[in-house]
């Protein structure tokens, strides 16, 4: 009777073993263990766990970025940084600055602050307040959020292509759209390229049954 509840643990952490390797594997950046999510694990999530408003804010994203043919790209970038408007806030993301990111693509208050105030004020008090108001709209005009995300994109196509990495620019754009200048170093950038890339291919199967009309 031992033997036999003994043989059942085994088999079940195996079979509980293959199935946490098809949602996830480990890749060597900077020398360090990085774990990155399957195309299964994302297909998943696609597959069950969607609300109506996420799938008609991943539609939003979809038509809107495909003038720009970004329209895969921002979709990824879209459900990487806040699963489709789930998670609209990330105070924790400031690196050091005063606020996080915020809005369906997680934009860095500081980066859209410093894009839109042309000429910014002296007092402390006034930046506070004007990057309090950027927060909040970011979250709620979510046609705010994808302008902002898709000026610093070009801002980091152009930036790698002025530096001759015309080549591979798309890669670049996106680890330097997550880590900045250095994003192409940066072992999380470089992880958050390779959930991207994953991301994309998870769309690529599950637009054909979920986003008729937008191809």
């Known amino acids: 009777m031992a033997g036999g509840i003994v ?3 085994i088999i079940t952490m195996f079979f509980l073993g293959l199935q946490a390797n098809e949602m996830y594997s480990y890749a060597k950046i900077n020398g360090h263990k990085v774990k990155i999510h399957s195309v299964h694990y994302y297909l998943k999530q696609f597959n069950n766990y969607l609300s109506e408003k996420q799938i008609n804010i991943m539609n ?4 809107k970025a495909k003038p720009f043919d970004l329209q895969y790209t921002m979709t990824a970038i879209a459900f990487k940084e806040s699963a489709f408007g789930r998670a609209l806030s990330n105070d924790n993301d400031g690196r050091g600055t005063d606020l996080g990111s915020y ?3 997680h934009n860095l208050v500081d980066s859209v602050y410093d894009r839109y105030m042309s000429i910014k004020p002296k007092s402390k008090i006034e930046q506070w307040e004007i990057k ?3 927060a909040k709209r970011l979250r709620d005009d979510f046609d705010f959020s994808f ?3 898709l000026a610093e994109l070009k801002y980091w196509e152009n930036y790698t292509i002025a530096r001759g990495q015309e080549w591979n620019k798309w ?3 996106i680890m ?3 880590g900045g200048t250095f994003g192409d170093k940066n072992t999380k950038s ?3 390229y390779y959930e991207i890339v994953n991301i994309i291919k998870a769309l690529k199967l599950y637009r054909d049954k979920h986003m008729k009309g937008l191809k």
């Open 147 to 149: 302008s902002q995300a």
């Open 190 to 192: 470089i992880q958050y």
């Open 171 to 173: 890669k670049l754009m």
């Open 132 to 134: 309090l108001y950027l």
């Open 60 to 63: 939003r994203v979809w038509n």
């Open 103 to 105: 809005g369906v693509f």
């Open 7 to 9: 043989k059942l643990l």
């Open 176 to 178: 330097r759209y997550n």
